[in-house]
């Protein structure tokens, strides 16, 4: 997605993409980062929900939501001041670092 709106944002920079289309495009970057800015949410969501199989990850799941929350609210902001290519990109690490939660909660205690 990332891609999408680098190029997006190209043509409207270089005048490429004018009039109607230039609404279009600004339209289509806003839902493609809408759309990261859902599924980094529901993401770190489930990494909350996602019980620790071992006590001794409990700190580093939380560690890892905590880089997550931290990836969102930047993307947020970066998202609330037009940034779509910037605020995709943290969104996506928002995702990977809930990602990572729940692979270290899912780890089975050590025998």
Partial sequence: ??????????????????GG?????????QA???AMQTVAQ???DDASA???????????????LEKAEKHL???EALLAAGKH??????FEKARKKARKAVKTAEKPPRT
């Fill in 32 to 34: 493609l980062a809408e």
């Fill in 50 to 64: 996602t019980p620790v199989a071992d006590p001794a990850n409990t700190d580093k799941v939380a560690r890892e």
């Fill in 85 to 90: 290519s910037k605020a995709v990109k943290e």
């Fill in 1 to 18: 997605m990332e891609k999408a709106v680098k190029d997006l944002r190209k043509g409207l920079d270089k005048g490429d993409i004018t």
């Fill in 73 to 75: 609210a930047k993307a």
């Fill in 42 to 44: 529901t993401s770190i």
């Fill in 21 to 29: 289309a230039a609404v279009a495009a600004n339209d289509a970057m």
